[in-house]
């Protein structure tokens, strides 16, 4: 039985703007009428709504049928998608005390009501009746994918367990979700808190006056007189160690970032993520499989941890070879300046920047006011997005904003049709989740007549007042990628909701995103959009020739880092049920060690005390994704090399085989359908400068 206590309450009073759809332009969320105040009573009615609704689908005295149980699900819980869609958005970009206090309330209600469905008795046996007789329901090809996924989600959340181990499940998730929310305000909170405080401008040498006056800026806004401050981002490595000439400043902002979460106080997360990794691996022997790894890759493109590990070894020797000639490289650079210290992670980035410099003449100084932020989006990544697909964009300065960084463009199709609203949030605020990232406020269905609402955030640093927006070519890329998950979101077309768009696998869903970094180097798109922010004039192509020349210079270190991080994700959640709890510092260095990478000086990504993407962010033993999508997307892009590279009609086929497929089909399928094989780790190797250096061969 669907069963929730206290979850009655009085209908949503109609000035609550979650009352009704939107009435803006696509639903948009009406961001000028919304308050703090409005959200959770807009839960609590939506939990209400989705239960009593899901209720009536379980208890319908009619045989089970693909409309009155399928459809209707589908149909299901308007309310809630519209005030979690809407509150999720604003919670990670732009939260405040009451949003947090919010979220503590209702991940907890929601983790009750995702179990109160999928765990119910009688909703499943109208599943499974349906599933049983599939093959003479005359279903068309997405029907028959939805039947088929749904009837897979319900197994996997546990609605074939016993009745005493559902309720050993629901305690289970009920903790996973308060220690997940846990995890992800004690780093927002950490990270603010561990910014580098500066009180001697001479410290901040190498920055630059425009570098220093943000730093200045960043003080004032948290009422630091008389101080800098360089904030965090959330990787352990930080942009500032590029730039930096004071080793002692290095070395404390490496610290700053690397300690953030193990200070022993209220943000410690070290406790929290321990106990997570402890909980998950008792859930996933509930569910039947040896360890929470196992669970979650059952219904992945990979689909066993030993076919992910599997993949990974096949970059390490070639990566750790490269982090060697790498170190060397750097260490020589320091002793060719007179220095006698030996390299560590908080030198890195500034060496292999004068290794790059040395070896191609290139100075990332001499690069960045070629890329002005604005310029970057419009003639760059809308641009490229126009030149492959045909869509068009235009400014629309008239749909609410949760922010006034934010700016919002009208998308329409080739044939000038409208598709959706894209919104774009770039700036870092300390009241921001770190990272980039891509989601919607409103999802595509034909089944509920919905076009894709979808936006982007990220966090790059805001200049001073009256300072241009200058960002870096890794910030470009970001940019790029970003924008592939959006291209995903905003090109679905399909019927089911379940289905739509960016519902796919985690080493799926970055195969667009990381594709779309591609046509950043574009020499067409990258002429439009390189030009000088104060001149206008386009790249000098000696700059140009010098930038592909480095191309592939740091990957030791680039590579590395991911490595590194992915290994330390899979070693956590490959935890049995009757391991003790860890003490989180011994497992991270056992496991980093593991690796037969060079940690000491390219430390991962992520720290498991900040990995908010594993122990908060959905990718629990899946951030090996963004490694096998790259073997993904460099197939891709080698398709669209060998036909002719960026022309409307190669567009058009990754569009129609790729992007607009959703979940419809099976990813090996879809996959080969586009490619014409399996996937290949060749192009990969030789996108990343190690081919020479590993043999080639077909993913496992």
């Excluded at 220095?339 to 292999?352: K, S």
């Excluded at 020499?523 to 930038?547: E, R, S, W």
């Amino acid at each position: 039985m669907l069963m929730m206590a206290n979850t009655a309450s009085a209908a949503l009073p109609p000035t609550n703007p979650f009352a009704a759809e939107s009435t803006l332009p696509y639903q948009a969320p009406p961001f000028d009428r919304i308050k703090d105040a409005d959200f959770a009573p807009a839960f609590e009615q939506g939990v209400a709504d989705k239960l009593a609704e899901t209720r009536k689908i379980a208890d319908n005295p009619a045989a089970p049928t693909f409309d009155n149980t399928i459809v209707a699900m589908e149909r299901s819980g308007a309310l809630l998608d519209r005030v979690s869609a809407a509150f999720y958005g604003v919670n990670s970009a732009n939260t405040n005390d009451t949003l947090q206090a919010i979220q503590k309330e209702q991940a907890p209600k929601l983790t009750a009501l995702s179990d109160a469905i999928y765990l119910d008795v009688p909703l499943f046996a109208r599943i499974q009746a349906l599933y049983d007789k599939r093959a003479t329901l005359k279903l068309d090809l997405e029907q028959a994918q939805l039947l088929k996924v749904i009837h897979e989600r319900f197994i996997k959340a546990g609605a074939r367990l016993s009745a005493p181990d559902k309720v050993k499940l629901r305690e289970l998730n009920g903790q996973l979700s308060q220690l997940q929310t846990e995890f992800q305000q004690k780093l927002l909170a950490a990270t603010k808190a561990g910014a580098l405080v500066v009180d001697d401008p001479a410290k901040l040498a190498g920055l630059g006056d425009a570098g220093i006056a943000s730093a200045a800026a960043s003080a004032k806004d948290r009422g630091l007189t008389g101080k800098w401050v360089l904030p965090l981002q959330n990787t352990t490595q930080q942009p500032a160690l590029v730039s930096l000439s004071d080793r002692a400043t290095r070395e404390a902002l490496f610290e700053a970032s690397w300690t953030r979460t193990v200070k022993g106080d209220a943000n410690d997360t070290r406790a929290t993520l321990s106990k997570i990794a402890q909980l998950r691996a008792q859930k996933a022997k509930l569910l039947g499989f040896p360890d929470y790894a196992s669970y979650t890759l059952s219904d992945q493109m990979a689909k066993t941890p030993e076919a992910a590990k599997a993949f990974m070894a096949k970059l390490i020797p070639a990566t750790a070879a490269q982090q060697r000639r790498e170190t060397a490289e750097i260490a020589a650079m320091i002793k060719s300046g007179g220095e006698t210290f030996a390299p560590r992670a908080w030198d890195w980035n500034r060496y292999a920047e004068k290794v790059r410099k040395a070896r191609f003449d290139l100075n990332q100084d001499e690069v960045k006011p070629y890329f002005l932020l604005d310029t970057v989006l419009e003639k760059g990544v809308l641009f490229a997005a126009n030149q492959l697909y045909g869509i068009s964009f235009k400014p629309r300065t008239d749909i609410p904003v949760y922010h006034p960084d934010v700016k919002v463009f009208e998308v329409f199709d080739k044939d000038g049709s409208a598709m959706g609203l894209m919104y774009f949030d770039y700036f870092k605020r300390d009241n921001k989740n770190g990272g980039a990232w891509m989601s919607e406020f409103v999802g595509q269905s034909k089944l509920l007549g919905t076009k894709p609402v979808v936006y982007n955030v990220a966090n790059l640093p805001k200049p001073a007042a009256g300072q241009p927006a200058l960002i870096t070519s890794d910030d470009v890329r970001t940019m790029f990628h970003e924008f592939g998950h959006a291209l995903h979101g905003l090109f679905a077309d399909q019927v089911y909701p379940t289905l739509s768009g960016t519902s796919v696998a985690r080493d799926v869903v970055e195969f667009p995103s990381q594709f779309n970094e591609h046509w950043a180097d574009d020499p067409k798109v990258f002429a439009n959009y390189a030009v000088h922010y104060q001149t206008g004039a386009p790249m000098p192509q000696v700059l140009v020739d010098k930038i592909r020349k480095a191309d592939k210079f740091n990957q030791g270190y680039q590579l590395g880092e991911l490595i590194a991080a992915a290994e330390l994700d899979m070693q956590w959640h490959a935890l049995p049920a009757s391991a003790p709890l860890q003490d989180a510092d011994k497992f991270e260095a056992e496991a980093l060690a593991k690796t037969g990478l060079d940690i000491a000086d390219v430390p991962p990504r992520y720290r498991s005390s900040y990995f908010s993407h594993v122990f908060s962010g959905g990718y629990a033993a899946g951030y090996y994704a963004y490694l096998w999508t790259q073997m993904l997307e460099n197939d891709a892009f080698a398709w669209f090399k060998a036909n002719g590279g960026m022309t409307r009609a190669n567009g058009q086929r990754f569009r129609d085989l790729i992007l607009s497929r959703g979940h419809t089909l099976d990813y090996d399928v879809m996959f080969r359908n586009f490619y014409g094989k399996d996937p290949d780790i060749g192009p990969m190797l030789e996108d990343r400068g190690l081919v020479a250096t590993t043999k080639q061969g077909r993913a496992t």
